[in-house]
């Protein structure tokens, strides 16, 4: 009787053993997510974040809106964001699901499909990442889970563009990928263009096409370009665009819609906006924004105000219905055909590639109008302000594409540092030493957690300065 246990207790090790595994693994909490799930949440939960931080941050810096509490951003205190102002962890965030959608796809011949999407996606979100900030972790970044490295480096962003797995080398690696995919299993999870590979290759193009001409000053990009062009594989038409709708009630409305009344009341017209609207004519205003309630004009109001200063918020023009009532007409903006045209109206214009830049100019001009739901005067592009210009050629473009461009992220800051067009005004109450600021600052958590490299890039900016130009920005 003693002698039992003896003999039980190599069959008991034996079963814990080959049991535990499975005891210890939850079914109900997969190790591994679906690439259709996260497609679908990167696509819309940046989309849906970035929106948000378009209207509240990059909308100020563009001088779309100005803010008249709560508005640090909007005086330049780039380091203190209030109700938005944090590109930095919403980037970040769709980089890391991005590139698990990525990994899998590689690992898994099932889900091969989602290489090329996923490619596109890592350009898109680095470039803006980059754009925004400057140098940044990139190579060594969101790698944590597969290689342990939780204090990334930062890269030039030089290389983030140009070198092997940056930016322009995935798109093109992306649209190779796709041309060879010969699978039969869909595309899932794609609320851009419902699995359709065509629709990514000319994303994938079109983004070609932005980060040329973003880095055209300083690197040659006539010839890449004129193939790009030449091929005709590019966003043509508004039909092709990669947007997704906002729905017209929670929970998929347009972010900033549900906020309490009271901090969106907040965002007024700029007196940017008002001159640029006033001088062109241009009927869009009355879409974009909702008139003043006492007077009923489309006035503005000079950015970057002290909140102490005694204003009467009703003698100004505030945001549009679309930005509120009406989100089911509102679409969160990836990349465009009226982009992708008024982009390359300017490679014409500059001589990258061989074409009419006035016919390009006026396609994206009209698809710009078609976007945003409103009908072109007959005249508007005839005569006037918006008509075509060889001499003014880069401020008609730059401006159209501001218009157009209203909420989309930072982009129409991106657009000012590059170009210097619209002409901004300056923040009233600066606290920036009335300086215009050129790029964001690092975060203070990448101070605290990835200090060693911290330190170095913001030794490289002048102490992590908002006044220090990116690589590309030779204005």
Request: glycine content about 8%; aromatic content about 12%.
């Amino acid at each position: 009787m003693k002698l039992l246990p003896i003999f039980l207790f190599p069959l008991l090790l034996s079963s814990c053993t080959e049991d535990f595994s499975a005891i210890n693994t939850n079914e109900n909490a997969p190790a591994s997510v679906q690439n259709e799930l996260l497609l679908r949440q990167v696509l819309y939960g940046y989309g849906d974040q970035m929106s948000y931080e378009g209207f509240v941050a990059g909308n100020l810096l563009s001088q779309h809106f100005a803010m008249i509490d709560f508005n640090l951003l909007d005086r330049h205190a780039l380091s203190s964001p209030q109700e938005g102002g944090n590109p930095w962890d919403v980037l970040y965030t769709a980089l890391r699901d991005n590139e698990t959608i990525l990994e899998q796809s590689r690992q898994n011949p099932a889900a091969a499909v989602y290489e090329g999407p996923a490619l596109v996606l890592k350009a898109y979100l680095a470039m803006n990442l980059t754009d925004i900030f400057g140098d940044v972790p990139y190579f060594e970044a969101v790698r944590g889970r597969t290689d342990g490295i939780v204090t990334p480096s930062y890269d030039r962003q030089e290389d983030i563009y140009l070198v092997e797995g940056g930016i322009l080398d995935n798109l093109r690696t992306a649209v190779q990928v796709m041309d060879d995919y010969t699978g039969v299993l869909p595309l899932q999870g794609d609320i851009l263009f419902s699995g359709d590979l065509a629709g990514w290759k000319r994303f994938a193009n079109s983004l070609r096409i932005k980060a040329l001409v973003r880095i055209s000053g300083r690197v040659p990009v006539g010839e890449e370009l004129q193939d790009i062009y030449a091929q005709g594989s590019y966003m043509q038409d508004n039909e092709q665009n990669a947007t997704f709708d906002f729905a017209s009630g929670p929970p998929n409305s347009f972010a900033f819609a549900t906020a309490r009344v009271g901090i969106f009341n907040v965002f007024l017209m700029s007196r940017t906006a008002e001159g640029i609207f006033s001088t062109l004519s241009d009927p869009r205003v009355a879409t974009l924004y909702r008139p003043a309630a006492a007077g009923g004009a489309f006035v503005g109001i000079e950015n970057g105000i002290d909140a102490a200063t005694p204003i009467v918020p009703d003698n100004y023009a505030r945001p549009g219905t679309v930005w509120r009532e009406r989100t089911g007409d509102l679409d969160f903006n990836y990349l465009t055909a009226w982009e992708t045209q008024l982009l390359l109206a300017e490679a014409a214009l500059k001589g990258y590639i061989d074409a009419d830049a006035e016919d390009i100019y006026r396609r994206g001009v009209r698809q710009a109008f078609d976007y945003w739901h409103t009908e072109m005067p007959a005249d508007y592009l005839d005569s006037g302000p918006a008509a075509w210009s060889p001499t003014e050629g880069l401020q008609r473009i730059i401006t159209q594409k501001w218009i157009a461009g209203i909420g989309n992220g930072y982009e129409g800051w991106i657009e000012w540092r590059r170009t210097g067009h619209p002409g901004l005004l300056p923040a009233v109450a600066s606290l920036n030493g009335g300086v215009y600021p050129i790029r964001f600052p690092y975060p203070a958590d990448e101070q605290a957690l990835n200090f060693d490299n911290y330190r170095v890039a913001a030794e490289a900016t002048d102490g992590n300065s908002v006044n220090v130009p990116v690589w590309w920005d030779v204005n």
